[in-house]
C-alpha cells in the first residue's frame, strides 16, 4: 500500500491564479480531510468528506473547494490564490471518521505552498 | 469550541527523559493522540489512548492522562538526537457528521548532545 499520497510536494504560485492539490489513498478509507499547519498555530481543517459524494466545511473553508467523486481521490482546489493561504497542507484519510481503536489518522507527507 | 494547548518549545539533554504537556476542553474526546513530525515529513502516529485509561507505556513512551484535569502528557525515556521533532497532541471531537481531529499547536522538542 502507498497509503496517502499528495502532490505536488511544494507550489509556488502567484496571487490571484488557482491551482489544485492532489489527494490519494489506497486504503478504501471512507473519511478523508485537508488540514493547514501554520507556524504556532497547529493543524486546522479545512474541509473533510465522510465518503464518496459527501463534503463538509471545517474550520478554515474560506478561499477552498473541494469535491470527492471516488472513494480514492480527495482533491484540494484553491480558486484564487492569495498571500494568507502560504502554508503547509496535509491529506488525511481514516476508516470510518466515528472513532474507535483503529480508527486513527494516516497523513500524507504535506504540500508546502507559498503565494507571492 | 474545543481547543487543544501545548507548550511550543522544550529543549532536554540526550540521555534525559522529556516530557511534553497538553490540555484540551472538550470532555466528551474518546481518544487522544500524540503525532510526530520530523522536518520536512507529514505527521507520524505514536500512540494514543482512550479516555478511560490513566496510562499507556509503548517501550520508550508514557502517556498519562488526568480526565478530571483534561491534562494528556507524553514522556519519552532516554531521549535521543534521532527524537528531534515537532510533537502534536489531538483530541476527536464527535458531530453530527462524525469524529473530527482538533491539533494543538506542536510542541518542538530539541534534543543536545
Known amino acids: 500500500n502507498a497509503g496517502v499520497t499528495q502532490t505536488p510536494k511544494f507550489q509556488v504560485l502567484k496571487t490571484g491564479q488557482s491551482m489544485t492539490l492532489q489527494c490519494a489513498q489506497d486504503m478504501n478509507h471512507e473519511y478523508m480531510s485537508w488540514y493547514r499547519q501554520d507556524p504556532g498555530m497547529g493543524l486546522r481543517l479545512i474541509h473533510y468528506?465522510?465518503?464518496?459524494?459527501?463534503?463538509d466545511q471545517g474550520e478554515v473553508p474560506n478561499g477552498y473547494n473541494v469535491s470527492r467523486s471516488t472513494t480514492e481521490d480527495f482533491p484540494l482546489r484553491l480558486l484564487s490564490a492569495a498571500p494568507s493561504q502560504t502554508s503547509v497542507y496535509f491529506c488525511a484519510s481514516s476508516a470510518s471518521g466515528t472513532g474507535g481503536s483503529a480508527d486513527t489518522q494516516y497523513f500524507g507527507p504535506g504540500t508546502r505552498l507559498t503565494v507571492l | 469550541g474545543e481547543d487543544v494547548e501545548q507548550s511550543l518549545f522544550l529543549s532536554v539533554r540526550e540521555g534525559d527523559s522529556s516530557v511534553i504537556n497538553c490540555t484540551y476542553t472538550d470532555s466528551s474526546s474518546t481518544y487522544l493522540y500524540w503525532y510526530k513530525q520530523e522536518p520536512g515529513a507529514g505527521l507520524q502516529l505514536l500512540t494514543y489512548i482512550f479516555s478511560n485509561m490513566d496510562m499507556k507505556q509503548d517501550q520508550r513512551l508514557t502517556v498519562l492522562l488526568n480526565k478530571k484535569d483534561k491534562h494528556l502528557s507524553l514522556r519519552i525515556a532516554d531521549t535521543q538526537t534521532g527524537d528531534s521533532a515537532i510533537y502534536f497532541c489531538?483530541?476527536?471531537?464527535?458531530?453530527?457528521?462524525?469524529?473530527?481531529?482538533?491539533f494543538g499547536p506542536g510542541t518542538r522538542l530539541s534534543v543536545l548532545p
Open positions: 468528506s465522510v465518503g464518496a459524494g459527501i463534503t
Open positions: 489531538a483530541e476527536t471531537a464527535v458531530d453530527n457528521y462524525g469524529q473530527n481531529f482538533v
